[in-house]
Nanobody
Framework: QVQLVESGGGLVQAGGSLRLSCAAS????????MGWYRQAPGKQRELVAG???????NYADSVKGRFTISRDNAKNTVYLQMNSLKPEDTAVYRC?????????????????WGQGTQVTVSS
């Protein structure tokens, strides 16, 4: 199995910054896309930002210009730098990754989610 562990959430005032990290571990052969999703109470989960293995990124319109996603392929880690935070950014943020892993001596596809980290932005 492939595990994803997030860190970096917390409480911050509006206008502040936070940096989230998500490290993947396990019998990983390769990781394709990695991304950050968020879900606020009473709302649907939404994609915040994604990044391919080649570094191509995409962002939700609501975070463009404020958030930056990046990854360190050598460390199997994805980051989300969040600047100019707003109260509406308050949510549980979860990372996601898909790729290929070793399973019983053969390559198999995987898709994994982290446990989530709370981001709270006060006004």
């Amino acid at each position: 199995q492939v595990q994803l562990v997030e860190s970096g959430g917390g409480l911050v005032q509006a206008g502040g910054s936070l940096r989230l990290s998500c490290a993947a571990s396990g019998n990983i052969f390769s990781i394709n896309a990695m991304g950050w999703y968020r879900q606020a109470p009473g709302k649907q989960r939404e994609l915040v930002a994604g990044i391919t293995s080649g570094g191509v990124t995409n962002y939700a319109d609501s975070v463009k210009g404020r958030f930056t996603i990046s990854r360190d392929n050598a460390k199997n880690t994805v980051y989300l730098q969040m600047n100019s935070l707003k109260p509406e950014d308050t949510a549980v943020y979860r990372c996601n990754a898909d790729g290929r892993m070793w399973y019983s001596g053969a390559l198999s596809s995987f898709g994994s989610w982290g446990q989530g980290t709370q981001v709270t932005v006060s006004s």
